[in-house]
């Protein structure tokens, strides 16, 4: 059974920083593509970064280029999510998802599993 677990989420000021780290069981990590998503209350979950099995590609949403770094330990089975610089609109609940390797995706139909989730608040 596929398990990913987020966790790192929490309060923090604006212009602050979090890391999250996904924790994946049940699938041989390095042969699956992973993303990060974000969901706010009343909106549409929407694609935050991605990064290929073995790391050599990464891709962003606009909104947080330059400031978010999506990177992953494949020994650990673990996705991270490095944040800074942290803004009132990056609050959501935040999902890690995984995908058979075949290339990064930002749709979120694109991908075979998803975590429960974990919020982020940033307050203003």
């Known amino acids: 059974q596929v398990q990913l677990e987020e966790s790192g989420g929490g309060l923090v000021q604006a212009g602050g920083s979090l890391r999250l780290s996904c924790a994946a069981s049940?699938?041989?990590?390095?042969?699956?593509?992973m993303g990060w998503f974000r969901q706010a209350p009343g909106k549409e979950r929407e694609f935050v970064a991605a990064?290929?099995?073995?790391?050599?590609?990464?891709g962003y949403a606009d909104s947080v280029k330059g400031r978010f770094t999506i990177s992953r330990d494949n020994a650990k089975s673990t996705l991270y999510l490095q944040m800074n610089s942290l803004k009132p609109e990056d609050m959501a609940v935040y999902y890690c998802?995984?995908?058979?390797?075949?290339?990064?995706?930002?749709?979120?139909?694109?991908?075979?599993?998803w975590g429960q989730g974990t919020q982020v608040t940033v307050s203003s």
């Open positions: 049940g699938l041989t990590f390095r042969l699956v593509d």
């Open positions: 990064v290929k099995w073995s790391g050599s590609e990464t």
């Open positions: 998802a995984a995908r058979r390797a075949r290339g990064i995706s930002l749709a979120v139909g694109g991908y075979d599993y």
